[in-house]
C-alpha cells in the first residue's frame, strides 16, 4: 500500500502562482510516476502532469508553459508549480502514483480555486 499526502491548494487571483506538493509513503517502488490529476465540478478526472522516477514528464497540453513538475526521489515527493493560474483550473487536484505493475494510489485531492 501507498499513501499520498498532498498539500498547497488554496484561493488565488487569475494570474497568480500556487505550489503543491505530495509526499508518499508506504510500499514506494524504485520504478514509479508520479503526477498530478485534476477534477472540475461536473467533470471527469483529467491528468494534469506526470513525472517519472528518472525524470520523464508528460503534460497536458492546457497547462504547457504555466505548470511544472517536479520530484524528489529521495523524499518520495512530487511537487506542481502553478503559474499564471486562470479561472478554468479551479478543480480539487489529486496526487497519483502508479507503480511498475500499473496498480495506481490516489490521494484525497487538495482544492485549487483561483478567483477575483
Known sequence: QVQLVESGGGLVQ????????????GSISRFNVMGWYRQALGKQRELVAAMSHIGTTN?????KGRFTISRDN??????????????????????NYKNQRLENYWGQGTQVTVSS
Do not use: W
Open 59 to 63: 503534460y497536458s497540453d492546457f497547462v
Open 74 to 95: 529521495a523524499k518520495n515527493e512530487v511537487y506542481l508549480q502553478m503559474d499564471s493560474l486562470k479561472p478554468e483550473d479551479t478543480a480539487i487536484y489529486h496526487c
Open 14 to 25: 487569475p494570474g497568480g502562482s500556487l505550489r503543491l506538493s505530495c509526499a508518499a509513503s
